[in-house]
């Protein structure tokens, strides 16, 4: 059995859901894991931990988004 998430495009999603709720996804356990407290005036580690969970969402999505065009576009051929 193959497993196929664009096989039936016309029936399906758009291809830009799947990075954007990988996106969400990320944000939300960064919250729970308290990366996204507003860092304090001087805090250095927070500071760091803020910007590194708002990055690491905000790209994983980017480079998600590229990645599932090709996969439809490949898969088209």
Not at 47 to 53: K, P, T
Not at 56 to 76: D, E, H, N, R, V
Request: hydrophobic content about 40%.
């Amino acid at each position: 059995m193959k497993l196929n998430l664009y096989s039936h495009s016309q029936n399906s999603i758009s291809i830009g859901f799947y990075p954007l709720v990988t996106t969400v996804l990320l944000l939300v356990i960064h919250y729970y894991t308290g990366a996204l407290d507003w860092p304090s005036e001087g805090d250095i580690k927070a500071q760091r931990d803020f910007n590194s969970a708002i990055g690491m969402s905000a790209l994983t999505g980017y480079f998600g988004l590229p990645f599932g065009c090709s996969i439809k576009t490949w898969q088209a051929r």
